[in-house]
């Protein structure tokens, strides 16, 4: 299993500073876990290899266009920084 780590800084916060965790087998397209933290609470979820397909469709996009998206938003760091921008609700 690979995992990344990320500090991300949301818009919604920008003052306040999250960690952001990704987990998957082969590649990201095949779903994954996350975990995102403000270093105090901890929230879970798990992404299916469906729900990547139906969201790829949804976005009218080509599924492996989307995949490298996910990874460029999620494990690219901060090769990354500052082109996706997160809000957290």
Same mark, same amino acid.
């Given at each position: 299993?690979?995992? /990344? ?11 306040? /500073? ?11 397209? /095949? ?59």
């Amino acid at each position: 299993m690979e995992k /990344t780590l990320n500090r991300i800084h949301p818009v919604s916060h920008p003052e306040e /500073t999250y960690f952001l965790q990704v987990s998957w087998e082969k590649d990201l397209g /095949t779903g994954f876990g996350i975990i995102l933290s403000d270093g105090q609470c901890a929230w879970t979820g798990k992404v299916s290899e469906a729900e990547i397909s139906r969201e790829a469709a949804d976005m009218e996009m080509n599924r492996e266009k989307y995949v490298e998206e996910l990874k460029k938003a999620l494990i690219a760091g901060e090769e990354s920084a500052g082109k996706y921008n997160f809000a957290i609700s």
